[in-house]
């Protein structure tokens, strides 16, 4: 048994921002089973995702690329650190036995690697949570200062909710029918009585209504029957803000046709008649916030078509119709959009999970000059934004469906981040949500894993 040095924060290299950045993430060559040692244990595992799983899930290959010598993973990898430990052979190449990053410019990747990166997280703890979560929301659903968490169960048509007891665990999960396979869900006080309520998208792809549903909270995480009605088509994304000025708060759904549905509320948990929006082909993920500071949300508009790779901006009327939508290039079919401050000049800026993650700096009256790119672990589906470190600048966590974690930039506060950082979070996460579960201080982190039926959730260290 071989045991590597201590990391440093200083291993962990800064990315370029450009869109043409490489990842450079920190790894120690050899330790393909990312224990933080190299042994017998890691010839098996190499072994074992040749013949038994699949290289491209695995978060960092470069770490089984034991001895860098063909750009690709093989057999010669196990025997070469068999070799190194019971017959005397080479140690594996840089970089081995301390962090660093890899030399050799091929196709093997390396997207996460926990013992070369700070530690943010403690290890991942997974609740059940349906047959398939597919999305997530937080919020305080019973009124005890505790965050809760209410969860789309696409298969069976209903939302999973979990009420937190503040220390960062769950109880389990009580299902409520939420209408036909919902793929968002969204927290707010609907009728003014104080208590939060929950609007879910209906996607109904095996048929049902297409639309959204009503749940109205009860102040002690129950909830009342779903009211289901029609509105847009297929919706996948939901969000809550109050765009007439009226007290009430309205509900913009972004859908599969490429429209956003509005309808403004009646402040009783109705709404009104569906107004479309156009906003590209797929409108995937619709994310609301003052972007032009004329103090009337505005609509940030994730398309995740190839045809236009665009986050849309919709400024609002401040009457609840918003302006002709205007198209900012993400290249990469964004996925999801999130709307925050990033680089402290109080304008709302963007960022957006597809193809990597894309800041988009925001000027202050609803324009976006730029985009830049920050290279993600492979299959990036959904972002948030949060001060996951505790230095108090937000940081971008993107879950990444195909590589099984998700990738924590931190943010210098100025705007641009530092390379990412994978962190195990359950298989295929889905959807992610950022907050204080356990009332530490600092944001956690929630993601919905679809294919297990469970919410796993990263706890913060800091």
Known sequence: ?????????????????????????????GDANVDGMVDLSDAVTVLGVLFLGTPGTVPCQDAL?????????????????????????????????????????????????????????APPTSYRAGDGPVALAQGDLDGDGALDLAVADSPRGAASILLGRGDGTFA????????????AVALGDLNGDGALDLVAANRAFRGGTQGFSVLLGQGDGTFSGA????????????????????????????????????????????????????????????????????GVPDL???????????VWILLGLGDGDFAEAVAYPAPGNPFAVAVADLDGDVALDLAVAGGGAWVLLGRGDGTFPRADRYPTGPGPVDVAVADVSGDGTPDLAVASLASSTVSVLLGRGDGTFVDAVGYVAGERPDSIAAGDLNADGTADLAVTNAIRGTVSLLLSVR
Do not use: K
């Not at 025997?79 to 017959?87: D, E």
């Not at 389990?172 to 793929?183: C, D, K, Q």
């Open 1 to 29: 048994m071989r045991r590597l040095f201590t990391w440093s924060l200083a291993a962990i290299a800064i990315i370029l921002v450009s869109p043409a950045a490489v990842l450079g993430t920190s790894f120690v060559r």
């Open 65 to 121: 690329d034991a001895d860098d010598s063909s750009g690709q993973l093989e057999i010669t990898d196990a025997v070469y650190l068999l070799q190194f430990l019971f017959s005397g052979g080479s140690p594996p190449p840089a970089p081995y036995p301390d962090c660093g990053l890899d030399p050799t410019a091929d196709g093997v990747t390396c997207y996460g690697y926990p013992p070369c990166a700070a530690r943010l997280f």
């Open 172 to 183: 389990r999960a009580v299902s409520y029918p939420a209408g036909a396979e919902p793929g």
């Open 227 to 294: 009211a289901t009605r029609a509105a847009g088509s297929r919706p996948e994304s939901a969000a809550l803000g109050d765009l007439d000025r009226d007290g009430a708060l309205d509900l913009a759904l972004a859908g599969g046709s490429g429209a956003v549905s509005v309808l403004l509320g009646r402040g009783d948990g109705t709404f009104g008649d569906a107004r479309d929006h156009r906003a590209g082909v797929h409108a995937r993920s619709a994310a609301l916030g003052d972007l032009d500071r004329d």
């Open 300 to 310: 940030a508009v994730a398309d995740v078509s190839s045809v236009t790779e665009s």
